[in-house]
């Protein structure tokens, strides 16, 4: 048979095991889902670049008409206004799309890339 001191030798090494990978996974996850976000937002710029060669404007969340695929929505918003589309003062008028973390995300923050292919916050890209 076991002894209680093997049997407790044996639960203090399991728990050491779980205080290291717990974080570490839920780590992984989160640089998983930011990755998803990424494509996502990339996607994004692809497509008013090509709204922007159709109509010469860029679209706004409405008429552009994106879903946000299911695996990010759980942890990213597109708010009605996640696409600003400021005109700077000189031509060529310009975008920045935003996604807004949210749930277990938030902690991670928000994405966004304009449409000079500046993306923030550059540590996270």
Do not use: C
Not at 6 to 22: G, H, N, P, Q
Not at 30 to 35: F, L, Q, S, V
Not at 107 to 118: H, N, R
């Amino acid at each position: 048979g076991f002894t209680l001191i093997e049997l407790m030798v044996t639960l203090v090494i399991i728990a050491i095991i779980a205080a290291i990978a717990i974080p570490a996974y839920r780590q992984s996850v989160i640089k998983g889902n930011r990755r998803a976000a990424q494509s996502v937002l990339l996607e994004i710029v692809n497509r008013e670049q090509q709204y922007f060669t159709a109509n010469r404007v860029y679209a706004d969340v409405a008429t552009l008409g994106y879903q946000l695929p299911p695996e990010v929505d759980a942890n990213y918003d597109l708010p009605a206004d996640g696409i600003d589309l400021g005109n700077p003062a000189p031509p060529p008028p310009g975008f920045t799309v935003t996604l807004t973390a949210t749930g277990s995300q938030a902690s991670d923050g928000d994405l966004s890339i304009d449409s000079l292919g500046t993306k923030t916050p550059e540590e996270k890209w």
